[in-house]
């Protein structure tokens, strides 16, 4: 055990706080940018201090000993709000018409929020956005200002605003669907999406179609790798309809008349009240919801 006079040992207590978040001396290390010998020293150097076990290695895996939870208990949220009030204040010198959004729907952002920045910009005196995609939980030391997500939430202070309700089409080429009715369903094969596989199922269910009714065709990770395979005919896209929206417009798609229905899922944007440039962030989800309310609106007309 260290001497009562030695300065505690921080930069190891961090590391520590991330093996116990991560569960992992391995994945704390990449999390952290340091090597996993340096996670390991860090740690070495605490349990000397502490004068006891913190972790206990069981395979490839860490589980924290009961000393060990409750010392990362007792600090872990001091270390959060200690990063939360650097990262506040760091990003109040952020750049005075610059903000970073991010969203945990890539194919969103590939068809409708990039194409439209541009208007976005000169709306706002030539604003810059940076956007981010994750699917991770948002930290508190995570840099960004707007969060646009169906299936996340934020646990930090932020204002939000809905921007759509969900609808789910079915949508092919205009040869393909053009004056057809469910029975196409039959014939063409339907591209599956395997983020989503939610999707499909909710959507059959709404249209009260069975799946012996459904021919299944190639499977995709994302909607946006499949929009280039539903827009040369390769088969039938059950997709969120403000995904398709441009492409309806530009005559490559048409959506099967009678096959929209509510997934009961529901689209937000949270401006992020430690965003360095607030008025700009919550001046952006407001551009945001205008943007989709138009795109659906313009399907509609």
């Known amino acids: 055990m260290a001497d009562e ?4 040992p921080l930069n190891a207590i961090r590391v520590f706080a991330m093996i116990a978040r991560e569960a992992s001396v391995t994945r704390a290390a990449q999390v952290l940018g340091i090597t996993q010998s340096a996670a390991s020293r860090h740690l070495a ?13 069981r395979g490839r895996y860490t589980e924290l000993t009961d000393f060990g939870r409750l010392f990362a208990e007792a600090v872990s949220e001091p270390l959060d709000s200690i990063a939360f009030a650097v990262h506040r204040m760091r990003r109040n010198r952020a750049e005075p018409n610059r903000i970073v959004v991010r ?10 929020l990039i194409p439209n920045l541009k208007a976005f910009s000169d709306e706002m005196n030539n604003a810059v956005v940076d956007v981010i995609t994750s699917l991770s939980l948002p930290a508190l030391t995570d840099d960004f200002d707007v969060l646009v997500t169906r299936d996340l939430s934020l646990t930090e202070p932020s204002d939000h605003w809905d921007l759509l309700d ?13 004056g057809k009715d469910l029975s196409v369903l039959r014939s063409v094969q339907i591209l599956a999406i395997t983020s989503r596989p939610d999707i499909m199922r909710r959507w059959m269910t709404a249209m009260d179609i069975a799946a012996k009714d459904v021919k299944l065709g190639p499977r995709y990770d994302h909607h946006y790798l499949a929009l280039p395979a539903v827009t ?25 008349p009678d096959s929209r229905v ?3 899922m529901k689209y937000r944007a ?17 551009w945001l919801v205008r943007l989709c309310r138009n795109s659906l609106s313009k399907m509609e007309a």
């Open 270 to 286: 949270y401006a992020v009240d430690r965003s360095g440039n607030p008025d700009l962030a919550r001046s952006f989800c407001r």
């Open 45 to 57: 150097v605490l349990e000397s201090y502490m004068g006891t076990n913190l972790i206990e290695r």
């Open 232 to 256: 040369t005919g390769q088969g039938l896209l059950i997709a969120p309809e403000i995904f398709i929206s441009n492409l309806v417009r530009q005559g490559l798609l048409d959506i099967l």
């Open 262 to 264: 509510l997934s009961g």
């Open 5 to 8: 006079k030695d300065p505690i």
């Open 103 to 112: 969203t945990s729907l890539s194919t969103f952002a590939y068809t409708t």
């Open 166 to 178: 969900e609808q789910l089409v079915c949508a092919g080429t205009p040869n393909l669907v053009s």
